[in-house]
């Protein structure tokens, strides 16, 4: 999220001598008038799209890819597209099409939200169901992570595991405490 906000940031302040990298000198002034507007607008959404992408990707690692695909294709396909349309050929405002980057990512995050307090709730009601408070998942996974992680690499070797294969055990020890009809 923080490199997103500097991003904001360089396009909000010096989108002038961010478009010179691209153009000849003698076309920076027709390429600003169009390009700096332009790459104020986009900018702003770059703190969002970080949620945005940050949510897809737990998605993904927590086993529900389906919600990073629904997310990202309405986002491309159901949103950004139809409303940078709608701008440009209803509107007859070219300056409105770039508004149509801030709108889908405000309308990608609230799907993000929703599907992580969906996630969120199903797992509360989980631990709940099979009196296994969330602070006692973790220290069982804590526990258990360090038990693999002796006897797989040894005491002398390397500890770091791949993050993959963190979310695998994550996984295993997920399923074994908790009945499949939570899952």
Known sequence: GSIMAIGMVVFLLIPKPL????CKPEDLAELAR???PCLRLISLHFVVAAFSIITISVFQALGNGTYSMIV???RQLVILLPVALFM???LKNIDLVWLSYPIAEIASASMCAFFLVKIYRKNDRCF???RISFPDFLHQ???KRSLA???ITGQQQNRYVSY???LDNTEYIYQTNLSSACL
Do not use: D
């Open 19 to 22: 478009l010179s990298l691209f």
């Open 34 to 36: 169009y390009g700096v």
């Open 72 to 74: 990202s294709i309405c």
């Open 88 to 90: 440009g050929l209803v």
């Open 128 to 130: 709940f169901a099979n």
């Open 141 to 143: 996974f804590v526990q």
């Open 149 to 151: 992680t002796a006897q």
């Open 164 to 166: 993959l294969h963190i």
